[in-house]
């Protein structure tokens, strides 16, 4: 079955750092990709997507980039803040048609001033 | 005002009871889910509802019942809770034009 999979956290940098959370996935054909993003006390929200093979998402300086040839969705600021202290979570939604949401474990990233 | 709102916010509870979580949104969605999320689980889905008329098991029903009474309003029930039920539940509506879900603030649920 379709699954994701994301590096273990938590992840500390200090501000201003450069950030890589890798994520990788399995699915058949051509899955659309999310990153959603949770800070303290809320529900998940949208963070970027992609829906097909090289298409860049990028929002709030993060930006992932869906490599079909490595079945990957990376995501990546180049300089965080003490604000983007959150948890990420990336996520898959099979091709063809409405299908259920995969998430992945989530990354915990705690920014450091 | 928030557009996706999840009752109660957190609840403490005994093993054996029935329990109910309440989720209203003002999106005009059709379709709602109900997860779990637990520590290094990730969020797993227990039930979905593509309309009024139409609900699905997800990947851990068990141990769980749903009702959708409305489009706005959607429900989850624990029959009988027992602890391995303590987690933080989230309600989420989608939209099927921009492909993304979005979620309630959650609901902790402590089962002792």
């Known amino acids: 079955g379709d699954s994701v999979t994301q590096m273990e956290g938590p992840v500390t940098l200090s501000e201003e750092a450069f950030l890589t959370i890798n994520c990788t996935y399995t699915a058949t054909g051509y899955p659309s990709l999310f990153w959603y993003v949770q800070y303290p006390g809320e529900g998940l929200q949208l963070l970027l997507k992609a829906t097909k093979a090289d298409d860049k998402g990028s929002n709030k300086g993060f930006e992932a980039t869906y490599r079909k040839e490595t079945t990957s969705f990376h995501l990546e600021k180049g300089s965080v803040q003490v604000s983007d202290s959150a948890v990420y979570f990336c996520a898959l939604r099979p091709a063809g048609g409405y299908q259920k949401v995969t998430f992945g474990t989530g990354t915990k990233l705690q920014v450091i001033p | 005002d928030a557009d996706v709102t999840q009752t109660p916010r957190n609840r403490i509870t005994k093993t054996g009871k029935r329990i109910m979580l309440e989720c209203s949104q003002t999106?005009?969605?059709?379709?709602m889910y109900w997860y779990r999320q637990d520590p290094g689980l990730g969020l797993r889905l227990i039930y979905y509802s593509f309309d009024v008329k139409d609900i699905n098991k997800g990947e851990i029903s068990d141990g769980y019942s749903v009702s959708r009474q409305a489009q706005a309003k959607f429900s989850l029930s624990l029959e009988s809770a027992i602890p391995n039920q303590t987690a933080l539940y989230f309600c989420?509506?989608?939209?099927?034009?921009?492909?993304?879900?979005?979620f309630g603030p959650g609901t902790r649920l402590t089962v002792l």
């Open positions: 989420a509506t989608s939209d099927l034009r921009t492909d993304t879900q979005y």
């Open positions: 999106k005009g969605h059709d379709r």
